[in-house]
């Protein structure tokens, strides 16, 4: 079969009848659907379903469609998910970053943020400047594949990542992220929410002493975008921010404590441009827990698979 599906096929994930028959097709592969083709009261079925199935050898490629996130089944759906063969997740080596491995070992202890991405022009000149400051870094990392653009031309699409790691986050990781074709997804049409939403505005740390992590994000970001004030961090990048919060003034913001670890980690996300009156009704009507701190509206991190949100 070839590496890049030509033909789909899409079966509803409660009956184990057309799953069976959508095995035995010729189809390159197959989408089991755990959302609109399967009513509330069977995604319970569909997913133990999904659990007993074995994967066939050279058969066709498994996917899955998941209910959306602001839904009551999305967690859930998740939950089924995982690698098919984990064999294939390379395990860290000296000078390499294995993205599988980190992220494996993360989800083994908690739900959370495991890694900030930055946006990249050129991954292998970040990778030399970083190594050059004495950043713990690795050899850059190369992705591309064909993508099917909504016409049905066949484009290449490709990225390349430059990883940052520090001993003292020891489950945290960062990395710049260098896209080689971005006219074929970053699109405006498709950074359009309904609620208003426009960009990520900070992503916010907390660490047992937030200035010790100042030399690091210098070397990182770049000494001007360093600031340190009041025992807290506050790191410019080229989209948003980053803050560094000891552990009560994170709890002091956002009105309980951070579900991470000792070690300095991701905690929190702020997301700009929503409106509030839309979004709380969302959140609402999802039964999502919430709460208004002064102008912002937050969602707490048990309700947010382990890491808080905040929109302002």
């Known amino acids: 079969m070839s590496a890049?599906?030509?033909?789909?096929?899409?079966?509803p994930a409660d009956s184990e009848r057309k799953i069976t028959k959508a095995l035995d097709s010729d189809a390159d592969a197959i989408i089991f659907d755990l959302e609109d083709s399967v009513s509330p009261a069977m995604?319970?079925?569909?997913?133990?379903v999904l659990r007993n199935l074995l994967k066939r050898s050279g058969g066709p490629q498994w996917w899955v469609r998941v209910n959306p996130l602001a839904s009551d089944f999305h967690k859930e759906d998740l939950e089924i998910l995982g690698i098919a063969d984990t064999a294939k997740i390379p395990p860290h080596?000296?000078?390499?970053f294995s993205f599988g491995a980190h992220n494996r070992g993360f989800l083994a202890a908690r739900?959370?943020?495991?890694?900030?991405?930055?946006?990249?022009?050129?991954?292998?000149?970040?990778?030399?400047?970083?190594?050059?400051?004495?950043?713990?870094?690795?050899?850059?990392?190369?992705?591309?594949?064909?993508?099917?653009?909504?016409?049905?031309g066949i484009v290449r699409v490709a990225f390349s990542l430059a990883f940052v790691t520090d001993p003292r986050m020891p489950d945290s990781a960062l990395f710049t992220c260098q896209q080689h074709a971005p006219k074929f997804f970053w699109k405006r049409e498709y950074q359009v929410h309904a609620n208003g939403a426009r960009t990520i505005a900070e992503v916010v740390m907390v660490a047992p002493d937030p200035p010790a992590l100042a030399?690091?994000?210098?070397?990182?970001?770049?000494?001007?975008?360093?600031?340190v004030k009041n025992g807290a961090l506050s790191v410019a990048t080229a989209r948003g921010r980053i803050t560094a919060?000891?552990?009560?003034?994170?709890?002091?913001?956002?009105?309980?404590?951070?579900?991470?670890?000792?070690?300095?980690?991701?905690?929190?996300?702020?997301i700009s441009g929503a409106d509030a009156g839309v979004l709380a009704a969302r959140l609402a009507a999802a039964k999502l827990p919430h709460r208004r701190a002064d102008d912002a509206l937050q969602v707490p991190a048990a309700a947010a698979f382990g890491v808080a949100i905040e929109f302002v």
């Not at 890049?4 to 079966?11: A, G, I, Q, T």
């Open 4 to 11: 890049e599906p030509r033909s789909w096929l899409f079966v």
């Open 245 to 270: 919060l000891t552990s009560a003034a994170f709890e002091k913001r956002f009105g309980a404590p951070s579900c991470g670890p000792a070690t300095p980690h991701f905690a929190a996300f702020a």
């Open 43 to 48: 995604k319970p079925v569909a997913r133990d």
């Open 215 to 227: 030399e690091f994000f210098a070397k990182l970001q770049g000494n001007e975008s360093v600031n």
């Open 93 to 96: 080596a000296p000078g390499t």
């Open 111 to 152: 739900e959370g943020m495991s890694m900030l991405v930055f946006q990249s022009h050129d991954a292998r000149r970040d990778q030399v400047e970083f190594a050059a400051a004495g950043l713990h870094t690795y050899a850059p990392f190369d992705f591309g594949r064909d993508a099917k653009l909504p016409d049905g």
